[in-house]
């Protein structure tokens, strides 16, 4: 009976040997698919963090090109604007400039385009009045058949250029007149052009 029971043991402890071996392999078996399960969620994870940063990181370099570009854009702008003030500040300097022949031809040109009638006074810019002689201001005063021009001893402090006054009308051809209306009209195409 000892012989049956030692057999019965040894067999019963070969059993559970066997059973605890199989348990260890399948813990094993699901350990290792676990973590090859684990190990894949976070590969794809990793991909998909990697793939979010790189876009993240190309968002943000668009972002500043885009940030650089508006500030170049507003830098050329506004030098294109300083460019055009200087256009017009030359321009009104050369006007200013004018010697007494050109300047009468000027005046002359800009009575022939008005349809005048009626007593007129011309008032100088002072700019424009320290430019003349004493016979192109008399060649100021005309007297045709429709309209009369005397001039007036006052002028314009720090303009160019003569206002044609007939009360209540005062008509502006001061230089700094005129250029601000051509500026107005023509700045935007000006600032275009030198934007390219």
Known sequence: METSLETLTQYILTQAQSEADALLARAKDESEKTLADTRQRLDERLIREKEHFKRLSDQ???DAQRQKASALRRIRTQYARELVERLFDQ???ALCGLDGER???FYKN???SLPLQGAYTVRLGGRSAANLSEAERKALAIKTETYSVTVCEDTVPNEGGFLLEQPPVEMSFLFSDLLKELKSADAPGLIKGFLG
């Open 60 to 62: 943000r370099i668009e």
């Open 91 to 93: 321009a009104e300097e």
């Open 103 to 105: 300047f009468l031809q």
């Open 110 to 112: 800009a009575l022939a």
